[in-house]
Every structure is written in structure tokens, then in C-alpha cells.
């Protein structure tokens, strides 16, 4: 299974920072990668799928961008309902794989 | 409205079984590929298990295959997850969740169910 590795695995952020999560797969994917967030206790949203592709009523503060084994989720000015979990996902070969999630807290 | 409400979680015994049943509404369920992903307390996410729109095809994790078989009824709008032989690492929140289109991008996800394995 294709194993992909986000980083950091968590950090700490004020309102109004830019935000950059990382995401690496074990093999190349194209495109075929989707960015996800999760609030505590909740299911997760689907942000960015096929890397870039901004997903219905997601702000666009949010922007993903990278291709074949390199991916970024940029968060370009932190909002305070931004605080959360965010997952990326490959989808380029069964089985679908998460990254370990990037949990983004208040500085 | 999209909707999607799990139910049949809870406790049971090393060793048991359980049935996962998804109700989905506001959408073409017949039309969609659907999935259960998993989240064990405290844990990330897991891809568990998908089928396709009319049933005849489906994809399991390494970890569920030959003890988990997911099914549908087109007719109910209902996905289900029929776990056997479960193991304590099963406990975990299980969520079903829709396909955007048809691979593995997840557009509506349910609230989940709680399964807890455990003596």
C-alpha cells in the first residue's frame, strides 16, 4: 500500500497566520490526492480533492497545490473555525491511504 | 438535503458480530459509490471497505478482509457493513461516506457509529 507522510504532525498557529501542511507519498500518485478536515467529535469535510481542485463552499483561503509524490495545503490567513485536524488522502491506487493528520492549535 | 445516518453500533464480545446500516437520502444512492472509513479512538483515519453503485463490485482493507462484506439495497437507500469475527483493534468510530465521483474522494460523510469490542 502506498504509505503517505504528513508533516508536521501538529503545530501551533495565531489568527491570521499562513499555514502550511506537507504531505509526501511513498510512490508517485499524479494528482489523485484529497485534503480533509475534522473538528473534535465530528466527521470529517472534504477541502481539496484532486490536489487543487477546491472543493463546493469551502473558502478560498484554503489552496492545495503539488503533484506526483509532494503535496501542500495552504491555509493563507487562519481563521478561528480553521482550528483542527487535517487529513490528506490518496485515491490513486486502492487501498486509499491517509496521511497520520496534521492537528493545527491555537498559538 | 444530502443526509447519510448511521446506526447499529455498540458493544460487543471478542469474537462476535455486528451489522453496520447506513441511511442515505437527498442524492441518487443508486448512482454513488459509497465506503466505510474507520477511526479508532484517538486515531487517524482508515479507508475500510467500498462498493459501487448496483453492488456488483467491492474493495476491502488488508485488515477486514474475509471477517467484514459490504453490501447495499439500491430500493432503501441503505448501505450496510456486516462485521464477523471481531477483534478488539476493530473498536473504533466507523463512518459511511459517499464518493465524489468514482474512486475514493469522500463528499458527505455521516455522523458515525461507535463500535466497541471488548469482554
Known amino acids: 500500500a502506498i504509505q503517505m507522510t504528513q508533516s508536521p504532525s501538529s503545530l501551533s498557529a495565531s489568527v491570521g497566520d499562513r499555514v502550511t501542511i506537507t504531505c509526501r507519498a511513498s510512490q508517485g500518485i499524479r494528482n489523485d490526492l484529497a485534503w480533509y478536515q475534522q473538528k473534535p467529535g465530528k466527521a470529517p469535510k472534504l477541502l481539496i480533492h484532486?490536489?487543487?481542485s477546491l472543493q463546493s463552499g469551502v473558502p478560498s483561503r484554503f489552496s492545495g497545490s503539488g503533484s506526483g509524490t509532494d503535496f501542500t495545503l495552504t491555509i493563507s490567513s487562519l481563521q478561528p473555525e480553521d482550528f483542527a485536524t487535517y487529513y490528506c488522502?490518496?485515491?490513486?491506487?486502492?487501498?486509499?491511504?491517509f496521511g497520520g493528520g496534521s492537528k493545527v492549535e491555537i498559538k | 438535503e444530502v443526509q447519510l445516518v448511521e446506526s447499529g453500533g455498540g458493544l460487543v464480545q471478542p469474537g462476535g458480530s455486528l451489522r453496520l446500516s447506513c441511511a442515505a437520502s437527498g442524492f441518487s444512492f443508486s448512482s454513488s459509490w459509497m465506503h466505510w472509513v474507520r477511526q479508532a479512538p484517538g486515531k487517524g483515519l482508515v479507508w475500510v471497505s467500498r462498493?459501487?453503485?448496483?453492488?456488483?463490485?467491492?474493495s476491502y482493507a488488508d485488515s477486514v478482509k474475509g471477517r467484514f462484506t459490504i453490501s447495499r439495497d439500491n430500493a432503501k437507500s441503505t448501505l450496510y457493513l456486516q462485521m464477523n469475527s471481531l477483534r478488539a483493534e476493530d473498536t473504533a468510530v466507523y463512518f459511511c461516506a459517499r464518493d465524489l465521483l468514482v474512486g475514493a474522494n469522500f463528499d458527505y460523510w455521516g455522523q458515525g457509529a461507535l463500535v466497541t469490542v471488548s469482554s
Open positions: 484532486a490536489a487543487s
Open positions: 488522502l490518496q485515491d490513486y491506487i486502492y487501498p486509499p491511504t
Open positions: 462498493i459501487n453503485s448496483d453492488g456488483s463490485g467491492t
